[in-house]
C-alpha cells in the first residue's frame, strides 16, 4: 500500500469510529445496569376457613438490606369497589434475597378480590435510601387471576 493510500485511511478513521461511536451511544445508555428493584408478586390466592389467603413472593435486588418493610393495600371486590384497606408486614428483606409471606384475610372470598392495590408505603427501614427503594424501586406482578399494582 501507498503511503498516500495509509494517510488517507489514518485520516478517515478516527471520524469513521467517532461517528459510530454517537450512533452507538443511546444503546450504550440502554445497556447500562438497572435500577434496584424491590419486587413484590402475588403468587397464590387460597380459600382458606372464612376467609382467603395471599402468597406474595418478595425478592430485594438491591444492596440495600431492608430491616422493616410494610405496605398498605387496598382490595376490591368483583365490582372494582373498595373491600378493605390493610397494612401487610413483610417484615425484613435482605439484599439480594427472596421471602415468601403470607396474610389471611378473614371473612373475604378469594374470589370476590378482584384487584389487590399497593397505596402507600407504611413503613421502609434500612438506611437513606430505603424509602426510594420501597416507593420508587417497587415492582408487582402477580400469577393468579387477581391483579397485583401499584
Known sequence: MKN?????????VPPVLLALSALQGPALAS?????????????????????CRLTFVMTNA??????????EFVLFDAKGLVSRMTVFDFKSAPSGRTRVRQFSLP??????????L?????????????????????V???????????
Open 4 to 12: 498516500s493510500a495509509r494517510k488517507a485511511i489514518r485520516t478517515l
Open 31 to 51: 445497556d447500562t445496569a438497572p435500577a434496584p428493584t424491590l419486587a413484590i408478586e402475588l403468587n397464590a390466592a387460597e380459600p382458606v376457613d372464612n376467609g
Open 62 to 71: 438491591s444492596s440495600q438490606s431492608l430491616e422493616k418493610v410494610a405496605f
Open 107 to 116: 371473612d373475604a372470598g378469594c374470589q370476590s378480590i378482584s384487584r389487590v
Open 118 to 138: 399497593v397505596n402507600d408505603v407504611a413503613e421502609c427501614g434500612g438506611g437513606d435510601t430505603a424509602s426510594a427503594l420501597c416507593s420508587t424501586g417497587l
Open 140 to 150: 408487582t406482578g402477580s400469577r393468579t387471576k387477581i391483579e397485583f399494582g401499584s
